[in-house]
């Protein structure tokens, strides 16, 4: 796990019982350290984003979302590596509109879809913890290519204003890449037509303040 983790998840991921090595400055370099770790060990490999298994797993929430709100026009989902965003737009299929919305400063599945094949990109902001993988997956972006409408990109003011809200107003506690969606609402990067049903996945709550203003 890379450095830039929040205290509440290593904290959690350690309270499980699991043996947690905190190395490198960004996810990437933790992903080197790992695939080196089970080359010598020969553990099981299981990818935070890039592997079908984890993508047909996180593409179940697309299949609950589509029993309890079949009415839906527009899914925003927050991007990182899209395997989330990919697992969920394959269910759909094309059925409804689904929006991938990233940081500014973690622009990863924006660049990969404007260069048409997945490029490293900048990997900063407040959501990094999350949302900052350097580049997408290659098995995720022939889905997203495919599949998902477009990326709104929101800053880290947004993401901060996002997260007070849904504290203040409905007292949900959300880490930053977790709102990411929820701040494009906000911020007006997406803005829907009239009459749009319009979901927002807010997904994650690795964070121990609820102090938003700080």
Known sequence: MPLISSPAKIQRIRDYG??????????????AASEEWRAASGALAIHAFDQVETMLGQGTIGLELDRQAPELDTLLVGVGGGGLIAGIAAWYAGRIRVVGVEPEASPTLAKALAAGHPVDAETGGIAADSLAPRRVGELVFPIAQRYVDRVA???????????????????????P??????????????????????????????????????
């Open 153 to 175: 990109l929101v800053s880290d003011e947004a993401i901060r204003q996002a997260q007070r809200s849904l504290w203040d107003r409905i007292r949900i506690v959300a880490e």
């Open 18 to 31: 699991a043996d947690l090595a905190v190395g490198g400055e960004r996810y990437s370099d933790a992903l």
């Open 177 to 214: 890449g977790a709102v990411a969606a929820f701040a494009a609402l906000l911020s007006a990067r997406y803005t829907p037509r009239p009459g749009e049903r319009v979901g927002v996945l807010v997904s994650g709550g690795n964070t121990a303040a609820v102090d938003f203003d700080r």
